[in-house]
Every structure is written in structure tokens, then in C-alpha cells.
């Protein structure tokens, strides 16, 4: 079996750079080693690092869930928005039909608020969701 080797590189506020390889089958484990020892260095941002890391594993509806948060929290947006945030994000297309399919089960999750008609829908995230 061919191990793996990981590289990651940051560069603190104060313009100190940190680097460290794995050169073993990474694990959750060592990778929240690092994070921890980002933050023990005074890197505030070491949480959004961990969950970019994450995304990696994510389901497509947990990728739909974390671009409504993190893009479109704030607003109310439609089909065409999701679908350009999600090949912003993750580089690659939906069909609409399939992306409806999808927000329609956040909406009967309590996750999303839909408005308007058919084809039409407006949506926005509910913010007791956030908690």
C-alpha cells in the first residue's frame, strides 16, 4: 500500500510560516494536532482551516447546507444562486431539477423557508438553524 504525504503550509499574522508534512495516512487526529498547535501560536482562523478540511467528506446536501451558511445566510436567494455558488465553491454543475430536489428536503428539515410559485421559489436560510 502507498502511503500519502500531506503538505500544509500557513503563514501567521505576524508573517511567521508554518509547514508540516505527513507522510503517513493522515487521520483526523494528527491533522486537529496541527490545528491545535495553530492555535496555540495565536492563529485565529485554525476552526475555518479544520472545516475546509471537512468539506472534503461532506454529502451534497451537507455541501448545499454549508454554502447556504456561509454564502447566503443573509439573504434571500433562488435555484440560480445555489447553482452558482456551488461551482464557485466546489466546481461542478447541477441540474436545477436535481438542486430543487434538494432544498425541498432543507425545507421539509425545517432548514429553509421557500416563498413564492413554482419555478419562482425564493429561499432563505432559518435562523434558528444557526444555533
Do not use: W
Request: proline share 1%.
Amino acid at each position: 500500500m502507498e502511503t500519502k504525504k500531506i503538505r500544509i503550509e500557513t503563514i501567521l499574522d505576524d508573517g511567521t510560516k508554518i509547514s508540516v508534512s505527513l507522510q503517513s495516512r493522515p487521520s483526523r487526529e494528527k491533522i486537529s494536532k496541527f490545528f491545535d498547535l495553530l492555535e496555540l501560536m495565536g492563529a485565529g482562523f485554525s476552526q475555518s482551516l479544520e472545516q475546509e478540511l471537512e468539506v472534503e467528506h461532506m454529502t451534497l446536501l451537507d455541501r448545499l447546507v454549508y454554502i447556504i451558511k456561509k454564502n447566503l445566510f443573509s439573504k434571500k436567494f433562488t435555484i440560480n444562486d445555489i447553482a452558482v455558488e456551488l461551482e464557485r465553491e466546489f466546481g461542478y454543475s447541477m441540474k436545477r431539477s436535481t438542486l430543487a430536489t434538494y432544498l425541498s428536503r432543507l425545507v421539509d428539515q425545517n432548514i429553509l423557508e421557500r416563498n413564492g410559485s413554482r419555478g419562482h421559489y425564493c429561499y432563505n436560510l432559518i435562523l434558528e438553524q444557526l444555533k
